[in-house]
């Protein structure tokens, strides 16, 4: 069998690991239009804050394609895919045969087509390396930076660069920050954390118009800037199957083993849709343990094994100057909620099930709620009271406890 | 591959497996002035509430989601131990997200930490030897 893989970062890893499974010696061709070995995109931010180098973000050690057999193809761009001759085209015009195929070509920064926009020097996107090493060249002491977007993108980025700055003032169009995964009350609580690092806020509002150094919001006010990061948002890269003919919809269609409807291509990452397993909707899950395990999955199939990815949901873990962020499911429910100067814990429950959580400040032992929510476990078979407190094996049944921790023998 | 195993019945809620870990795991050679007047912050943890006491660890997963999940690359799997590269984690607490049994906890300086069945130290888990009462054993088991 031989394999390609489009793409070289989470997707594609979880893939090769999951052909390597089942079958450890068919040809893997890896293509990618970065120019770098396997490294993982979330550390860009850390990478400008100074907690980790180019060397140490490198997701897999060095002889990772050496040692599963994968010939790594970078800098080069994938043009088209041809199904019927079951071969790739390459922008420099070489074919690559494939038997089975995986788009993992992940997303790209949304740029919305704002008046003035073009007339902006400094303006930076940050998803990839090479957007890290250029913002990193243009950051100075005195450097007023205009993030648009509140996002995890945006605020990472904030993060990153806080240090080497002189001010940042980030933009959204949302009321509150980080609107994706948390709720008004836990948005504000980060949100003046971050204003105490110095980090300024304009929410509900956006920019209308741009001029070299300078960007005017909806209500006329004027914002100064020498520093432009766009994070408003990503689109997933699709192209590819829908020039083949496969099914796109917001994202690439796949079904349970992550096949698209493209026999022998199969989709994974930020590219791809999922089924989030609390909503049963299919949707775009970009979050780093999802695409692995998506792609994992596919690998899995493609190499002719069996496997179903069934255990999509939403979830993030970061931290923000020190502050961690866990969130999990999603939030529509009976909301239980206990909030602290610098703490916040909601658990929201349905139908006698836990369908989602928000943690900041403590979050130990978070993957305990994660696992109620994706098993789906009824409440009433746990002490729900106890765990509300905090998370902890005390609150499962003696049998499921000697389940998890194994009992001794005898 | 061996594992540890816990059986609740015979735990005393001593914790003393948490002495032996913080220990194995401090890199110096005497018990007492490695922990003297310090807050230890061991890999096992002992929940406890009336009357019923159990240590929790690492299970070291076949199919483990704090590895699958990990955002650098710091945890991987060696010869089916869980281990994690401190020097390459960052601290983002995805591990800790995942883990269904809430054994990845904060290391000190921003990184996680975990149990990896004293591997590095003695090779054989010193929560077992220390264990007064054999409520946590290190065995050879078919999976179930």
């Known amino acids: 069998m031989n394999y390609v893989i489009i793409g070289n970062s989470t997707a594609a890893i979880g893939c090769i690991e999951g052909i390597r499974q089942v079958d450890p ?226 994202g690439i269609v796949t079904d349970m083993s992550c096949e698209t409807s493209l026999t022998d291509i199969y989709a994974a990452g930020d590219c791809a849709e999922s089924m989030d397993i609390t909503t049963g909707e299919h949707r775009i899950l970009a979050l780093l343990p999802n695409a692995y395990m998506q792609g994992e999955c596919a690998g899995l199939n493609m190499a002719g094994g069996y496997k179903n990815y069934n255990q999509a949901m939403p979830m993030n873990s970061t931290g923000l100057f020190g502050l961690h962020i866990i969130t999990a499911g999603n939030y529509e429910g009976q909301a239980y909620v206990v909030q602290g100067d610098k703490t916040y814990k909601k658990l929201i429950t349905k139908d006698g099930l836990l369908k989602g959580y928000i943690l900041i400040g403590e979050v130990a032992r978070a993957g305990i709620y994660t696992s109620l929510i994706k098993e789906q476990k009824p409440l009433e078979k746990i002490d729900f009271n106890l765990i509300k407190d905090k998370p902890q094996l005390m609150a499962f049944s003696k049998r499921d406890r000697q389940k998890m921790l194994g009992g001794a023998a005898g | 591959m061996k594992r540890i195993y816990v059986n609740e019945k015979w735990c005393l809620g001593c914790h003393l497996c948490e002495y032996y870990c913080a220990f194995a795991n401090s890199g110096q050679q005497d018990m007492i002035k490695a922990l003297k007047d310090i807050q230890i912050n061991p890999r096992i943890r002992i929940e406890e509430q009336n009357g019923i006491s159990f240590a929790v660890s690492c299970r070291h997963c076949e199919e483990p989601l704090c590895v699958k999940g990990c955002i650098t690359g710091a945890l991987t799997m060696h010869e089916g131990v869980i281990v994690v590269d401190q020097s390459k984690c960052v601290g983002c607490y995805t591990c800790i997200l995942s883990c269904p049994y809430g054994a990845i906890m904060p290391a000190e300086e921003g990184v996680i930490q975990k149990c990896e069945l004293c591997m590095e130290n003695s090779g054989s888990p010193a929560c077992v030897t220390g264990c007064p009462n054999q409520a946590i054993i290190y065995e050879e088991r078919e999976y179930v």
């Open chain 1, 25 to 250: 010696q068919g040809p893997i061709t890896v293509i990618t239009n970065e120019k770098y070995h396997t490294y993982s995109r979330p550390l860009i931010s850390y990478l400008l804050y100074g907690k980790t180098d180019e060397e140490r973000m490198k997701y897999r050690p060095d002889n990772f394609y050496q040692k599963n057999h994968c010939q790594l193809l970078t800098g080069k761009t994938v043009e088209q895919i041809r199904c019927k001759e079951r071969e790739v085209v390459l922008s420099d015009g070489q074919t690559l045969p494939y038997d089975k195929l995986l788009v993992a070509t992940g997303s790209s920064p949304v740029i919305p087509p704002i008046e003035g926009l073009g007339s902006v020097s400094r303006k930076y996107t940050f998803m990839s390396l090479d957007d890290a090493k250029e913002l990193e060249q243009n950051l100075l002491p005195e450097s007023r930076v205009l993030i648009m977007g509140a996002g995890l993108i945006g605020l990472k980025c904030a993060e990153g660069i806080a240090h080497r700055v002189g001010h940042i003032t980030v933009v959204d169009m949302a009321e509150r920050i980080l609107p994706n995964i948390l709720d008004e009350a836990s948005a504000g609580l980060v949100q003046e954390h971050l204003e105490q690092q110095g980090i300024e806020f304009i929410l509900g509002s956006s920019v209308v118009k741009y001029a070299e150094n300078q960007a005017e919001l909806q209500n006329g006010q004027k914002i100064f800037f020498d520093i432009l990061v766009v994070a408003v948002g990503v689109k997933p890269n699709t192209k590819l199957i829908s020039a083949a003919g496969g099914n796109v919809r917001r």
